[in-house]
Nanobody, 124 residues
Framework: QVQLVESGGGLVQAGGSLRLSCAAS????????MGWFRQTPGKERDLVAG????????YYVNSVKGRFTISRDNAKNTVYLQMNSLKPEDTAVYYC?????????????????WGQGTQVTVSS
């Protein structure tokens, strides 16, 4: 079966960095666009960064532009989210997700598979 397993979350001070990883199995990884979403209690799960199937096109929500970088290694079936200059408002549960599409998809309901989530907490 398809599995997406996130790792790399944790507690970090404001201004610090974290690198999230999402290892995929059970699917043809290169056929899927990938996204990193985040969710805080009582709010919807929102796309933070997206990446096309070949890594050629990216999307970032305005609040993370210049600080976060999404990338993928299709040989390792893994997608990454490098997060720099973290702010307390970045605190959330971060999820990776896969959608059978060429380009980035913004709507969470379109995604086919989800990871279990990893907590990121940024202290001030």
């Amino acid at each position: 079966q398809v599995q997406l397993v996130e790792s790399g979350g944790g507690l970090v001070q404001a201004g610090g960095s974290l690198r999230l990883s999402c290892a995929a199995s059970g699917l043809t990884f290169s056929a899927y666009a990938m996204g990193w979403f985040r969710q805080t209690p009582g709010k919807e799960r929102d796309l933070v960064a997206g990446l096309s199937w070949d890594g050629g096109n990216t999307y970032y929500v305005n609040s993370v532009k210049g600080r976060f970088t999404i990338s993928r290694d299709n040989a390792k079936n893994t997608v990454y989210l490098q997060m720099n200059s973290l702010k307390p408002e970045d605190t959330a549960v971060y999820y990776c997700a896969a959608v059978r599409a060429v380009a980035t998809v913004a709507k969470a309901t379109r995604y086919d598979y989800w990871g279990q989530g990893t907590q990121v907490t940024v202290s001030s």
